[in-house]
T-cell receptor, first 114, second 114 residues
Framework: DGGITQSPKYLFRKEGQNVTLSCEQN?????MYWYRQDPGQGLRLIYY???????QKGDIAEGYSVSREKKESFPLTVTSAQKNPTAFYLC?????????????FGEGSWLTVV | SQKIEQNSEALNIQEGKTATLTCNYT??????LQWYRQDPGRGPVFLLL?????KEKRKERLKVTFDTTLKQSLFHITASQPADSATYLC?????????????FGKGTKLSVKP
């Protein structure tokens, strides 16, 4: 089945640790995104990538890093510089160059700092 | 400043009634507006997209209107069912082009009681 796979579903991070969230898509989409969702908040864009080996910061990129070495993969690293990382993280993708892009989301990853 | 607001955090209605959700925005000129459904602990799922030159769009029991003069979109679910209970997000596509960067509202949690 085509879709977006995020892993792990639940992740616990100790203070000072970096953690990486995986995102893989088999929709052959050029664009990929990472969003963060907090209770009572809308989705906030962390990073997005329109093409392999290129990505741009979103609204809340501080404390996060990404890579886009392959079209189908867009991992997100939450670094120790991110002071409040506990949240629900959503990876998404969309076709490139389509006006009015529909965004397809993964099932999300819950990150908790312990 | 730019804002997107979904007027109700929560909406409770009786089964069979029409649910109407509101999305208002200021200081944006969106080319498109989209509506997504999100179930607890899951990623949002695309429902409908409406273009700025369209007044209304329908899909089965769903209807969306888009008034660029009022800067408002209304999302209707007719003959609502308990299975329609979820959080509904509106999203503005302020570019309408290859970036596909959507600005999301915080969502309205709809509860349909049997």
């Amino acid at each position: 089945d085509g879709g977006i796979t995020q892993s792990p579903k639940y992740l616990f991070r100790k203070e000072g640790q970096n953690v990486t969230l995986s995102c893989e898509q088999n929709l052959n989409h050029d664009a990929m995104y990472w969003y963060r969702q907090d209770p009572g908040q809308g989705l906030r864009l962390i990073y997005y990538s329109q093409i392999v080996n290129d990505f741009q910061k979103g609204d809340i990129a501080e404390g996060y890093s990404v890579s886009r070495e392959k079209k189908e993969s867009f991992p997100l690293t939450v670094t120790s510089a991110q002071k409040n990382p506990t949240a629900f993280y959503l990876c998404a993708s969309s076709p490139r160059g389509s006006p009015g892009n529909t965004i397809y989301f993964g099932e999300g990853s819950w990150l908790t700092v312990v | 400043s730019q804002k997107i607001e979904q007027n109700s955090e929560a909406l409770n209605i009786q089964e069979g009634k029409t649910a109407t959700l509101t999305c208002n925005y200021t200081n944006y000129s969106p080319a498109y507006l989209q509506w997504y459904r999100q179930d607890p602990g899951r990623g949002p799922v695309f429902l409908l997209l409406i273009r700025e030159n369209e007044k209304e769009k329908r899909k089965e029991r769903l209807k969306v209107t888009f008034d660029t003069t009022l800067k408002q979109s209304l999302f209707h679910i007719t003959a609502s069912q308990p299975a329609d209970s979820a959080t509904y997000l509106c999203a503005l596509d302020t570019y309408g082009g290859s970036q596909g960067n959507l600005i999301f509202g915080k969502g309205t949690k709809l509860s349909v009681k049997p």
